[in-house]
């Protein structure tokens, strides 16, 4: 009899997770950002409908300031999974030129959460799959599998519904949505395992190679295009550097890195002594920040 | 400041990392919940498992020293329950308010712990939590024993079907680690146990601040033979390698049908295992077939066993949808539609009997009517209450009858066929977890009577569409008169008629009932099954009945085929069916002579989009019978 491994189980209920959703939801849809996590879903996605393709489109909310790598594995990886790809951009953020460098934390609120929600309304989709995991941060613990938001959005601690067994309730009045997260009960290192055991391709900014960086409070940026803007006389340094998570590039700290393979990579991430969250530039708030973000609707 | 150990990897990671992966590809996953009163130290528990098991970071550690300084409850030594602090909200108030799940792996085993707070109000969450756990701790504090509490947390666990249970007897360095009080409690919880047939608990005495018996064995318990806890949870049997052994079941989620060639089932197999050829059953139709492949994107497979995701495809072209389950063919789940169930009630909103809910088990979700409970349990003294309704966190013995047999097994068999919900139909909240304990009627061979002369069959003799026109608005609002005067010319028109109100229906088929909400809430209930059948017979039925509560209106419009309720409003204020008061009621409640009157001492819920308003104070009733029953036919559509 064949012995099930912590993954086998994880996989088994993330695929039960897809599934009820794409049978009680009218218009799912998978929000997908390009990282390791979202690899991961992806992959369960193909995994739960095989043979059909996944049964909902995949969205990616773009902030036009990515990394050119993850533009690319993003359109290879929508094609190799038979599956239509959504790609929304704020407009209000394009016509303003919001970008990173002048304009702080509304980059993020304009281009991601604003963008989200406006996506969101625009495709009229009811459920959305997103690849937050309970072990990222404190908040997150309670987070449950089915998330409710009214349809302005917002996440009413109080208002989200027990979770038992394996019994999901998707009901929900016009406007409302659900965001669902099938990858709760991963770990980072479930992720990582499951990468290696599986196979899926991500994006190459996760394994160490030498790109040019600057050092900017204390965060190793890399200078991915042109568009970086540089202090007078600041000249990039060829460094080897590797990304633990991914996200705009001008906000994504960079650890210096020999580690050019899978193995490498869990072996330094499992050598280090620091949480997976400090390379975002994006949590140096308050220690409530995450929670504060989700309850305006960021993810 | 107690010396601070994080983070500190094992050495084969840095020696070979590819060895290391190998070993914890292997591991086995354990779900577990952990239980204790306020100040038995559980969040101090879990933050200690975390920390023992290596999975607190330097950054992490160092927001902890900080943070213990700060709001800390230990002094100067880490105060870990500060490690498992969620919310911000709670973080102030220093208590848990809702299940939050945690993760730590040792060499043997991945752990998610669902952490569940112990206040008396919190019945909801510690349920929900234990619901998905193959084990529980209980925590006591050993200078206080077994409390009321103790014993609710273990009533509980024993509820959900928790068959492993550990007794965590912390604080033992308070006592002075005194085996003789260590055994009492120990005693006194197997006694406890054995009063409710709870399975028998590991005991484990231990400091799970300081760390004893926690992942290293304590000096202070020479005398203690039995392994610490984390030994204890790297070992013992899991759920789901014991599923594996039971006959084969899987609840169908999804159809899988990418093109005409392929037909595959999709589901979490719950039971059993399944292998290519065996002979299987669907339920509730009874049809057998074979397995032909199971089939993933990295191939088909051998075999596949309980706890797996997977898509079947059988030999035969045979009916079978979600919700179904497909079983091994010698030992299919029953069907039945009216169940002994208990529940436990989870909403701010009470168990209102008749009420209309969805029932959700396994992938099927039929309407279920709750009857009124058989009693409450009260958690604290096991002791069975006369109730007439469930609050929040209230646990009942139920019958539930639902719409349609569904495939089940009793809840001590099967978690996943016995357990179910209950979403209220209006709200959409999950309002209740229950668990079967029996079939009130089998039905497993059963089949509606095939009834030959159909609704349309009876429609069509009297060339009409039935429609059941739904009056409803406060005492006095001119209901019965107005549908008086629609009957009337209804039946000028040769349509066949027949017209429900209190007076036919409260003085014969209802006089059991009362006023009060349950009561009235079965009243419109019965209403509208009678309509129901009437419509079924082809009639046009017209009710006259306040029914106050959007809710059960909304549930007999459900009863009906899309579009043949039609709800109308006779829409006259408060004050002008006050003023003419044509009863004498309205003056009678306001004197206190009648309990529970409507408008007065209880809630009119005026419909939100009413397929007819009429306002009364704009129009005479004959204008208004006429303008509802042009409504009425010129929607009409001859069945001839």
Redesign the interface.
């Known amino acids: 009899m064949p012995h099930l491994t912590h993954l086998d189980r994880l996989e088994a209920e993330s695929i039960h997770i897809l599934r009820e959703v794409a049978a009680e939801a009218e218009r799912p849809v998978m929000l997908y950002s390009i990282g390791k996590d979202s690899a991961v879903m992806l992959h369960l996605a193909r995994k739960a409908f095989f043979p059909a393709p996944p049964p909902f489109p995949l969205l990616h909310v773009d902030t036009t300031w990515k990394f050119r790598a993850m533009y690319e594995l993003r359109d290879r990886a929508a094609a190799a999974a038979g599956m239509e790809l959504l790609v929304w951009k704020n407009p209000e953020a394009e016509a303003r030129g919001i970008n990173p460098f002048d304009h702080g934390s509304l980059h993020t609120d304009l281009w991601k959460t604003e963008g989200l929600k406006q996506a969101l309304d625009h495709y009229r989709f009811d459920a959305a799959f997103g690849g937050a995991r309970r072990d990222e941060e404190k908040s997150r613990a309670k987070e449950r599998v089915f998330s409710f938001r009214t349809a302005q959005h917002r996440w009413d601690p109080k208002a989200q519904r027990p979770e038992l067994w394996r019994l999901y309730n998707a009901r929900k009045a016009k406007g409302e949505s659900i965001r669902v997260f099938p990858l709760s009960n991963w770990t980072e290192l479930d992720i990582w395992q499951y990468i290696a055991r599986e196979g899926i391709e991500i994006v190459p900014l996760y394994f160490a190679a030498p790109r040019p960086t600057v050092e900017r409070d204390g965060l190793i940026l890399m200078v991915d295009d042109d568009r970086f803007r540089l202090a007078p006389g600041e000249v990039p340094v060829e460094r080897s550097i590797r990304f633990r998570t991914l996200g705009c590039y001008p906000l994504t700290g960079a650890v210096e890195s020999e580690a050019a393979t899978l193995s490498e990579v869990v072996q330094e991430m499992l050598l280090t002594t620091t949480s997976e969250r400090q390379g975002r530039a994006i949590d140096h708030d308050a220690a409530a920040s995450m929670e504060k973000k989700k309850v305006e609707g960021y993810f | 400041m107690a010396t601070a150990r994080?983070?500190q990897?094992?050495a084969l990671?840095?020696a070979d990392?590819?060895a290391?992966?190998a070993e914890?590809?292997?591991?086995?996953?354990l779900r577990f919940l952990t239980c204790g009163s306020v100040d038995d130290g559980k969040s101090t528990l879990i933050g200690r498992m975390l920390y023992d098991a290596r999975t607190v970071?330097?950054?992490?550690l160092s927001?902890l020293e900080a943070d213990s300084r700060r709001v800390g409850t230990q002094g100067q030594n880490l105060d870990f329950a500060l490690l498992?602090?969620?919310?911000?909200?709670e973080?102030e108030q220093g208590i848990t308010i809702?299940?939050?799940?945690?993760?730590f792996?040792t060499a043997r085993?991945?752990f998610?712990v669902a952490?569940t707070p112990g206040h008396e109000q919190y019945t909801?969450?510690m349920?929900?939590g234990a619901?998905?756990a193959d084990l529980a701790v209980i925590l006591v504090d050993a200078r206080k024993g077994v409390l009321t509490q103790t014993r609710r947390h273990g009533f509980l666990v024993n509820l959900l079907g928790i068959r492993r249970i550990v007794l965590a007897v912390n604080k033992m360095d308070l006592i002075g680690w005194d085996r003789a009080a260590y055994d009492r409690i120990v005693a006194d919880f197997a006694a406890f146990g054995r009063s409710i047939g709870m399975a028998e608990a590991v005991a484990i005495p231990m400091a799970a601040l300081g760390g004893d018996n926690i992942a290293a064995r304590s000096d202070h318990t020479p005398w203690f033979a039995g392994p610490t806890l984390i030994e204890h949870l790297e070992t013992v049997e899991i759920d789901?390698d014991s599923d594996?052994a039971r006959p084969f079941a899987m609840p169908v989620?999804?159809v899988?049908?990418?093109n005409l060639d392929?037909r595959?089932f999709?589901?979490?197999i719950t039971a059993g295992?399944v292998r290519p050829g065996d002979r299987i059953r669907t339920v509730p139709s009874g049809r057998v077939s074979h397995v032909e492949r199971i089939?993933?994107?990295d191939g088909d497979l051998e075999?596949?066993?309980a706890?797996?995701?997977v898509?079947l495809t059988l030999a035969d072209e045979i009916d079978c949808s979600?919700g179904d389950v497909i079983a091994a063919a010698d030992s299919p789940p029953e069907v039945a539609d009216q169940f002994a169930t208990t529940l436990v009630w989870?909403d701010d909103e009470p168990l209102q009997p008749g009420r209309g809910y969805?029932l959700?088990?396994g992938?099927t979700s039929a309407t279920a009517s709750v009857r009124a409970p058989d009693h409450a349990i009260d958690v604290n003294t096991l002791a069975e209450l006369p109730a007439k309704a469930l609050g929040l966190n209230d646990i009942g013995v139920v019958e539930i009858h639902l719409d349609r047999p569904i495939p089940f097994a009793p809840y001590a068999e099967s978690?996943?066929l016995g357990?179910?919900?209950l979403?209220d139909k209006l709200t959409?909240?999950?309002v209740a977890?229950g668990m079967i304990s029996r079939a009130l009627r089998r039905s497993r061979n059963v089949h509606w009577q095939a009834i030959e002369i159909t609704r349309e069959a009876h429609a069509a003799q009297k060339h009409q569409t039935p429609r059941l026109l739904w009056f409803t608005g406060l005492s006095g609002s001119g209901k019965s008169t107005i549908a008086n005067l629609v009957e009337k010319r209804l039946h000028m028109l040769g349509k066949h008629s027949f017209l429900l109100d209190g007076d036919n229906i409260r003085h014969g088929l209802n006089r059991d009932l009362g006023f009060s909400d349950a009561d009235r809430v079965e009243n419109i209930r019965r209403v509208g099954e009678v309509a129901r059948l009437m419509t079924d017979a082809g009639l046009i039925v017209l009710t006259a009945f306040i029914s106050p509560f959007r809710a059960e209106r909304e549930l007999v419009r459900g009863l009906l085929p899309e579009g043949e309720f039609v709800e109308i409003f006779i829409d006259t204020p408060l004050e002008v069916a006050e003023a003419r008061d044509t009863k004498g009621l309205y003056a009678k409640a306001r004197a206190g002579e009648i309990a529970n009157f409507t408008g007065i001492s209880s809630p009119y819920e005026p419909p939100e989009h009413p397929d007819i308003r009429i306002d009364t104070t704009r129009m005479s009733p004959e204008d208004a019978a006429e303008l509802i029953v042009d409504r009425v036919i010129g929607a009409w559509t001859p069945v001839i």
């Open positions: 994080s983070y990897p094992d990671i840095a990392i590819d290391y992966l914890q590809a292997n591991k086995s996953l970071f330097d950054d992490q927001q498992v602090d969620g919310l911000s909200a973080r809702d299940v939050a799940y945690r993760f792996a085993r991945k998610i952490d909801r969450n349920v929900t619901s998905t789901a594996a989620q999804w899988n049908r990418p392929f595959g999709s589901g979490l295992t089939v993933t994107l075999e596949a066993v706890g797996q995701s898509t979600r989870m969805w959700k088990s992938a978690r996943d357990g179910f919900i979403v959409n909240k999950t977890a």
